[in-house]
């Protein structure tokens, strides 16, 4: 059996979906459970549905949400024919009413709560609507809301698995509906409480809803479909010269999403690394590509792999009485850290303050300014850029630096790290 998650963008619009569809039927005669995300731009939409809402907007929320079912219902009357479009909507409806019944409240817990409540929806349409389509193709599949399997805790927007449950439930559901269906559809990202209350896993959840299934299930492989032919080892619209890794290690994938690339998060890699499960990065627009496997293989032989985070905030904080920047102090920062919800991207120690660089989150960084400021002189500087570059060569370095202002620089065997002026 075989774990595919689709992304927002291999379903966009109706040619996607029919694309989506025939990658699917490529695999004719095998076991798929296929994690869907939310078609397009749905949860940004439903992102500003849950913003008015929360800021007491009602009927701004109710046209922004009309306007998401408008979407969805035209996507199955264009892509799902007669026989079949009227059941589709059908099904739906629930989703529809179920936000809209909330809607029609009025906010009395957190944003955090609201939001997972109204943004789920998303994925529930996308993959529904997917479903009904390769049903319709007379493939045998079948739809699951994974909200019935996949047990969370109510620390909404960034929910925890409750891998007893979930590992008992998905186990028994999905081996007994692939006793009658060779594809099962379900939904990446979501989840629910013992209260039945729809959470999100944060970051990169449908990625990882598909790894915990892959865990559970022993599955033989996860694909992650994407709109590139592998992963690759820059951003080409920086870096016309980049090129695409075949093979890299789960560690290799971890060292790089911690330094900021937009590959894999790590919490989507640990599962699969336990069983020793490959993950493919693969093309939906070329599927006979190669694209990308990540596995136990240790990597050998990489390019240099750059990572560029532009906005970014260098943070100088220095102790009022000269006293050293350790122990007690350094705790302190430390706690403001959490308490500011911010994750320093680079850090160097002096002898009386600490440097650190931030992604600039306006609101955040001056919530930590302010506070800080009580213990510590505080000064910043934005509009910086953080460039890191792994595997990197001497001979190659002045080229990425090349007419840049050098602000803080690390280097280790493997890895070099410059906060520049742009």
């Not at 729809?198 to 022993?218: C, K, M, P, Q, W």
Request: proline share 3%; with cysteine.
């Amino acid at each position: 059996m075989k774990i595919f998650k689709f992304g927002g963008a291999s379903i966009n619009n109706i040619e996607r979906y029919i694309n989506t569809g025939n990658v699917i039927k490529s695999f004719s005669g095998e076991k798929l459970l296929i994690v869907v995300s939310a078609m397009g731009k749905t949860t940004n939409a439903l992102e500003e549905v849950a913003e008015s809402f929360f800021n007491n907007n009602k009927e701004t929320a109710l046209k922004k949400f009309e306007l998401i079912k408008e979407s969805h219902n035209s996507t199955v009357e264009s892509l799902i024919n007669p026989d079949y479009s009227s059941a589709t909507k059908e099904k739906l409806k629930p989703f529809f009413t179920e936000t809209e019944w909330l809607l029609h409240d009025s906010p009395v817990r957190s944003y955090d709560y609201y939001y997972d409540q109204i943004v789920c929806c998303g994925e529930l349409m996308s993959s529904s609507i997917l479903c009904s389509h390769l049903q319709q193709s007379k493939l045998s599949a079948t739809w699951v809301d994974v909200r019935d399997l996949l047990r969370t805790d109510d620390n909404f927007r960034d929910a925890g698995i409750d891998w007893e449950y979930s590992k008992d439930k998905i186990g028994e559901t999905i081996i007994s509906l692939f006793k009658h269906h060779d594809i099962i559809v379900t939904q990446g990202f979501i989840g629910a409480t013992d209260q039945n209350e729809s959470t999100t896993l944060g970051r990169e959840g449908s990625d990882y809803t598909a790894a915990v299934f892959a865990h559970i299930l022993n599955a033989e492989s996860v694909t992650i479909w994407k709109d590139v032919d592998a992963v690759m080892s820059a951003d080409p619209k920086k870096y016309p010269d980049a090129t695409n890794i075949t093979l890299l290690s789960y560690l290799e994938v971890i060292e790089m999403a911690y330094y900021g690339a937009q590959v894999i998060h790590p919490k989507t890699i640990k599962p699969l690394q336990n069983k020793n499960i490959p993950l493919l990065v693969k093309s939906f627009i070329n599927p006979s590509l190669q694209g990308t496997t990540i596995s136990n293989t240790v990597s050998k032989s990489l390019p240099p792999i750059v990572v560029h985070k532009e906005k970014q905030v260098l943070m100088s904080f220095k102790s009022k009485d000269f006293s050293f920047i350790e122990d007690k102090p350094a705790e302190m920062l430390q706690q403001l850290f959490s308490k500011t919800r911010v994750k320093p991207n680079l850090t160097q120690h002096t002898a009386i303050s600490l440097l650190c660089c931030f992604d600039y989150h306006p609101e955040k960084i001056e919530q930590l300014a302010l506070e800080a400021e009580n213990m510590f002189d505080v000064q910043l500087e934005n509009g910086l850029e953080l460039l890191t570059i792994r595997h990197y060569n001497e001979e190659s370095l002045h080229e990425f630096i090349r007419n840049k202002i050098i602000l803080l620089e690390q280097k280790t065997t493997e890895t070099v790290q410059f906060l520049m002026r742009m």
